[in-house]
């Protein structure tokens, strides 16, 4: 059967015949027969038309709703007729059938053949008021049969439906929410809610919602919570921290706990009356750390500043077992910066670079000839932290051709004679870069050489674990570089001894000791099939326990890290049982999954026989790198405590942000963030702003870009380091 009929026959349970009857019956209860269907059924004589057409008024309510203005033709009175809608003014010709498709819209499975009473469609308590005349007895509804579709329902559904989305889009409008909330779960289950409120349901009020409501729902994500602190337990936890000033000028350091289960916002203190100095942080750090537990936290994340320094240190004399590492990302960029500052090649293109996008920018005749020959936008990166050297000129490489075209217009050589002797010299510079050769070629050289600087930066400040692989790719990046200037047609290969030793020296000043043994306790750089290959430089790879430098760094770890002699000397015990390939560890399935499965998975699954050294593998390889994930929460703050919104106290911005972070944590575990409506709801593709947008400079999505290689940080502590360090420096160079 056509248009479902026979899933509702099937689904009622019956026949076909009996389905037939069961729809003929439902017809003859609402008696809305006709001319027409007399008309259709030859075996109608003419006293039965002549009934109908006395009782009429009976049977044929809607014709009250209309003013009939001519007869019927022909010998059928119940023929087409001349009518008009008394509700929506609108006259045809047609027969009662139409009538009632006119306000009640065809039968299921036909053409409308009419348009709809736009009075009725707007109007409920009209709908309903006929649809009750028409049954002949108010606020009763016929029976349906079962399989079947209920005009009725289905009208009120549309016409609700309309007014429910009018309702929501008009909230969205008024309110200027973007168009990506839609998208979220949360937006559904609240619906989804209220549909299921009861009748008498009132939504919280202005002051229910900023107080007991605020507090509960906060409350009530920390419940949801209960699996990511358990982790804290097996997995161990960092201590993430970073500063920032708010709309009211308030200075405020927050709180995140870190694992590879994901970053959790704790909290957010205002420091405004307090002087940030490495004692002051350091008490604002270890408080958070008894919080969480100092058996379970095992490093402490800042950025590279001195006074973060100096409390780092003040927190290892209190916690012996507990590191402190300065953001690698930050630590990585400043390379940028030291290279721009050693090599007067990269100033001087750089310079050049930023002048032709600030020219094209700043002036809208040259942009809107630009925009006609690209379709990718110049970017004018801000004053923020990482990599701006790279993204501006690989945009600017990007857009090479356009910009060719750009200044070979006729509107462009017009344009850039008018103006005076100023304006007509700068633009003649600019046309001369943009036809320089030589230009070019440098922005080529530079991006080959810093090309595996980016990536790494890239690597490093996503989301995730990744110290067990950040010792193995610095030196993969050294490699790299190394090939790049060795080449006979670089002109700057005379400089690379200058650059190695720029990267090495910040290599040195990261936690070299945790990243050691974090290498040391991953199983896939032990593979023999990885270690055959040769690493870029044309150097071959050794094991983790083949290299001096790890090891050392591996045995002080050990020491750190257990509480007596006799525990440092059963993590060496368990640590050569590991790199032999003892016991467990010597089937080939182990083996196989040593590569292909996570570091973390491959000891839950195999540090059966060596439990102490499992346990420390499993919390050193579940850390994180970089402080990136408390910067990016300053994101969060700025979008709720915004200009707009200012009189937020410090108390409340606080509930707020760790709200809207710690949910948006709970929902990525949930597979229908990965596929489906929802899939990552929280990252809107049509935010035009640098820091959220997809760029497309090979998937960039980064929180802060330097913008002036000239600035220095004045917190910046650069000299300081142990002679340790430095000896292991001078080996890396010789190596």
Known sequence: MPFGRKLARDAAGGSEEEYEDTEVEREDEVDLSDGDEADADDGNDEEESAEQDAGKSAKQPLHDEVIIKSKAKGKNPGGAKSWQCKHCKKSFTSSFTRIRAHFFGPPPGQKP???????????????????????????????????????????????????????????????????????????????????????????????????????????????????????????????????????????????????SRGSMFLYAEDFSGLEKTGDNIAQFLLKAIDEIGPSNVLQVVTDNASNCKAAGREIEKVHKHIFWSPCVVHTLNLIFKDLANACPWIVKTYKAGKQVVKYILNHQHCLNLFRSKSKLNLLKVAKTRFASHYILLKRLKDCREALAMTVATIQWKEWAKTGDHHARTTADLITKTINDDVFWDEIDVILSITKPLYLLIKFGDGEGSKVAEIYEKMD?????????????????????????????????????????????????????????????????????????????????????????????????????????????????????????????????????????LAEVAKKILSQPISSSSAERNWSTYAFIHSVKRNRLNAKTADKLVYIHANIRLISRFCESYKTGPHCRWDMDPANSSLEESSLKLEELRWKYLEGNFVDDEPTMDVDEETPARKKRKITKTKK
């Open 113 to 259: 053949n009419i348009s709809r009473c736009s009075a009725v469609q707007t109007d409920r308590n009209l709908y309903k008021r006929l649809w009750d005349k028409v049954q002949g007895k108010k606020g009763v509804s016929n029976p349906v049969p079962v399989g079947t579709s209920n005009p009725l329902a289905d009208a009120f559904a549309t016409v609700e439906r309309d007014g429910v989305d009018m309702k929501i889009m008009e909230f969205i409008a008024a309110n200027g929410i973007p168009f990506n909330v839609l998208r979220s779960p949360q937006y559904y289950e609240m619906v989804s809610a209220i549909k299921r409120a009861p009748k008498d349901y009132k939504p919280p009020s202005y002051e229910k919602a900023r107080t007991t409501l605020l507090d509960a729902c906060k409350s009530n994500v920390e419940k949801q919570l209960a699996p990511v602190r358990e982790t804290w337990y097996t997995q161990g936890v960092s201590v993430v921290s970073d500063g920032w000033t708010n709309v009211k000028n308030e200075a405020l350091i927050n709180v995140i706990a870190s694992n």
């Open 476 to 612: 993969t990046m050294v490699g790299e570089i190394k090939e790049v200037m060795r080449k006979k047609d670089n002109p700057h290969h005379g400089d690379l001894d200058k650059v190695l030793d720029i990267i090495l020296d910040r290599w040195g000043k990261m936690n070299w000791t945790f990243h050691c043994l974090a290498f040391a306790l991953c199983p896939k750089y032990y593979d023999l099939q990885y270690l055959a290959t040769n690493a870029p430089g044309g150097i071959a790879r050794k094991a983790p326990n083949q290299d001096k430098e790890v090891m050392v760094a591996v045995i002080e770890a050990f020491e750190k890290i257990s509480e007596d002699v006799a525990e440092q000397n059963l993590l060496r015990s368990q640590f050569n049982q590991f790199v032999m390939k003892k016991g467990l560890f010597a089937l080939p399935q182990v083996q196989l999954d040593a590569v292909t499965m996570s570091p973390i998975d491959w000891w839950f699954s195999y540090g059966g026989e060596t439990p102490e």
